[in-house]
């Protein structure tokens, strides 16, 4: 018999990939707090609980899928939280984007409560969480993973939920990640905007690249974005303007230089002050294009 999945955050990415547990067979308890995503999942077979820790009174898995660090530390540790009725024995995964630091200070509250905490954040967006095709980076209890393996098989791709170390190292991992990404968005515009000002059709610039060393998802996925200035939202600005702060507050934390990633973090200081937190992120080219003259960054960018 499977076990009965809590799931605590029903937003754009948490509330597909609760839908797919559903679609797995998973005994799934809901809890967020928009009623509309809950009574969503409900019509299709969940549980709605009144609390998080309503959610971990119910359930022997506890996820969470939440905006931020506070966010987190309010669901787990705050009033009403999981930590308050959690039972020794439940696994506890959070899939949220949040500091390392953090994630391992919670991961020890939850051993002296006789619960295990794995951080584990994904990546690939709401196609990913739609499609069940996220890659998920764990930290944390390796018995652990392999006892939630099969919940975290039906969220993501299986052979790419990985391991990466102990607690913190799967929040390390996102960090990394974002990094990689930023850089990437970032130059992607750099060469379309060059294109652009040169009088090339940087479509034709993309599908070269994309047959040579130059390719990437990220000039598949968000080139194909930008070329059409399709910047509904799969992943917010707002979002990764916080993932960024995440990233450079660590790199100070271990004396790690990072300036590359400081300019992407100007470069999304800009979105946000254009007014484009609800955009997806790629919309970052669009800040290249005004700084190269060819447009102006508003709100009609989203």
Avoid: W
Avoid at 30 to 53: M, W
Avoid at 134 to 146: F, P, Q
Avoid at 190 to 216: I, Q, T
Avoid at 225 to 249: S, V
Wanted: net charge neutral; charged share 20%.
């Amino acid at each position: 018999m499977k076990e009965t999945v809590g799931f605590i955050g029903l937003g754009l990415m948490g509330r597909p990939m609760a839908s797919n547990l559903l679609k797995a067979g998973f005994p799934l308890v809901v809890h967020n707090r928009s009623p509309k995503s809950v009574e969503a999942l409900v019509a299709s077979g969940a549980t709605a609980a009144v609390s998080p820790a309503d959610v971990a009174r119910e359930s022997t898995i506890v996820i969470t899928m939440l905006p931020d660090t506070k966010d987190v530390q309010l669901v787990l540790s705050g009033p009403g939280g999981v930590f308050e009725t959690v039972r020794p024995g439940t696994v506890l995964i959070d899939m949220s984007s949040i500091s390392p630091v953090v994630a391992r200070a919670l991961a020890a509250e939850a051993r002296r409560r006789g619960a295990t905490m794995l951080d584990a954040p994904v990546s690939g967006g709401e196609i990913g969480a739609i499609n069940a095709s996220l890659s998920i980076m764990v930290g944390g209890d390796a018995d652990a993973l392999e006892r939630v393996r099969p919940i975290l098989n039906a969220i993501g791709n299986p052979e790419r939920v990985i391991h990466i170390g102990e607690s913190g190292a799967g929040q390390l991992c996102k960090v990394c990640n974002q990094i990689a990404i930023g850089g990437t968005l970032a130059v992607v515009g750099e060469a379309f905007a060059l294109a652009r000002k040169a009088g090339v059709d940087p479509a034709r610039v993309r599908e070269a690249l994309l047959g040579g060393f130059a390719s990437s998802r990220v000039l598949e996925v968000h080139g194909e974005r930008i070329l059409r200035r399709n910047y509904t939202p799969g992943f917010r600005t707002r979002l990764y303007h916080k993932d960024m702060g995440i990233a450079l507050e660590t790199a100070r934390a271990y004396d790690v230089p990072m300036p590359v990633s400081a300019q992407v973090q100007q470069l999304v200081n800009r979105m946000m002050a254009a007014g484009l937190a609800e955009s997806d992120y790629s919309a970052l080219a669009g800040v290249l294009f005004e700084l190269a003259g060819l447009e102006r960054l508003d709100k009609r960018d989203s």
